[in-house]
């Protein structure tokens, strides 16, 4: 699991009505439990009166190890008619660091177990596809930390290489880095090289 995984290229939002229900998707990648949850609390803060929330995502715990962790929840529907057909979605197109949270709105009808599966699990899949998918490789975040007078070779190194980063410019200077992990020592090394070993990484 170490290679190669598909993920959500952007956010997807999906909009389904069934007999008077309003189930509404939202979709998003997310590198790790932590950002899943934060994902997941946000929708629940932009939907506080609806009358269910339900998330389920698929991340990997860590960015270089083997360890999927998948999680649903019914959010008060009835066990198994919501939490894990979003789940199911997920697993069937084989996402993962992906999280979803269905949004419903009780129209006043029941629509039985069978009728909650549909629902939950369409607006998963039309809201996976309006975000979109991509292949990507698994990867990892650090600080870099070094004076001043290092800070242009260090972004020019960063530059170099192509990844994201943020420089916040302080009493020191901090790059946050966003780097695949099969690179990421070599990108350390270059670092360390550059400055003669005065950079920081943390």
Not at 169 to 194: I, N
């Amino acid at each position: 699991m170490s290679g190669e995984y598909r993920t959500l290229a952007g956010r997807g939002e999906s909009v389904l009505s069934v007999r008077g229900s309003e189930f509404i998707g939202y979709a998003a990648a997310a590198e790790g439990t932590t950002a899943a949850e934060a994902f997941v609390e946000t929708v629940r803060e932009t939907h506080p009166d609806a009358t269910h929330n339900v998330p389920a995502y698929r991340v990997r715990t860590t960015a270089d190890t083997p360890l999927l962790r998948e999680y649903s929840n019914d959010d008060g529907e009835p066990s198994g008619s919501a939490g894990k057909p979003v789940l199911s979605v997920l697993q069937g197109r084989e996402l993962e660091n992906t999280v979803v949270v269905v949004t419903r709105y009780f129209g006043g009808t029941e629509l039985g177990v069978g009728g909650l599966v549909r629902a939950y699990s369409q607006a998963t899949t039309e809201a996976i596809e309006a975000a979109g998918t991509v292949e990507t490789v698994p990867h990892e975040r650090f600080v870099v930390t070094v004076e001043y007078d290092d800070s242009g070779t260090v972004r020019e190194t960063l530059e170099s290489t192509g990844v994201e980063f943020e420089a916040t410019y302080e009493e020191t200077v901090s790059f946050e880095v966003r780097v695949a992990v099969p690179g990421s020592d070599d990108l350390r090394d270059r670092l360390q090289s550059a400055t003669s070993g005065r950079v920081r990484i943390d």
